[in-house]
């Protein structure tokens, strides 16, 4: 069964330094999220992509994020300057279709530790 | 914007019971409901979900149900067994598409 994965499992990184965490969606899925949960907490959403742009954002999502989909198969999330609050589990999601014809499959998540 | 507040946080059961999760949602454009169990460390995994053309929905030990009216809905998972110890996580997909998750419930079932 096809499933999203992510890339890297664990980065550590310090506070003002950029980080990349990349995700693989499901092959035929076109709709791309990124989530993140704070440890113990509820996961959040950060961000929805389709057709090769931002479809929806929290206002999680600020200036020091972006997203991009570099060819057919990667998505990436971007941190330009990391703080410490930005350490959590990212997950990237993908869906077929959006909303209540898309179930979105869920990735391994990224654990990003900022030092 | 929409808000998913869900109940109890945690709950424990003795193996064979029935465990009942609920979750409230604030926007009545909202139209997809799924539930996720997430093991420690582990993604989420999407277990089912309901539509809001229905009221109830079963997959085995697993059933959700839906009031629009009330916006509210439920999952019960019956003869609960150890391996379904895990965080529950209710979700809500208002217009646009992100998941609006509750803040989990975290089921232990003792042998």
């Known amino acids: 069964e096809p499933e999203v994965t992510q890339t890297p499992s664990h980065q550590v990184t310090q506070m003002g330094q950029e980080v990349i965490l990349r995700c693989v969606p499901i092959s035929n899925h076109l709709y791309f999220y990124w989530y993140r949960q704070i440890l113990g907490q509820k996961v959040e959403f950060l961000v929805s992509?389709?057709?090769?742009?931002?479809?929806?954002k929290s206002e999680i999502f600020d200036d020091q994020f972006s997203v991009e989909r570099p060819d057919g198969s990667n998505f990436t999330l971007k941190i330009r300057s990391t703080k410490l609050e930005d350490s959590a589990m990212y997950f990237c999601a993908s869906s077929e279709a959006i909303g209540d014809r898309g179930e979105q499959y869920f990735g391994p998540g990224t654990r990003l530790t900022v030092t | 914007g929409e808000n998913v507040e869900q109940h109890p946080s945690t709950l424990s059961v003795q193996e064979g019971d029935s465990a009942v999760i609920k979750c409230t949602y604030s926007d009545s454009a909202s139209n997809y409901f799924p539930w996720y169990k997430q093991e420690l460390g582990k993604r989420p995994q999407l277990i089912i979900d309901i539509r809001s053309n229905v009221g109830e929905k079963k997959d085995q030990r697993i059933a959700v149900t839906l009031n629009k009216t009330a916006k509210h809905f439920s999952l019960h998972i019956t003869e609960t067994q150890p391996e379904d110890s895990a965080v529950y996580f209710c979700?809500?997909?208002?217009?646009?598409?992100?998941?609006?998750f509750g803040q989990g419930t975290e089921l232990s079932v003792k042998p």
């Open positions: 979700a809500a997909i208002p217009a646009g598409g992100k998941l609006i």
């Open positions: 992509f389709y057709n090769n742009e931002i479809s929806e």
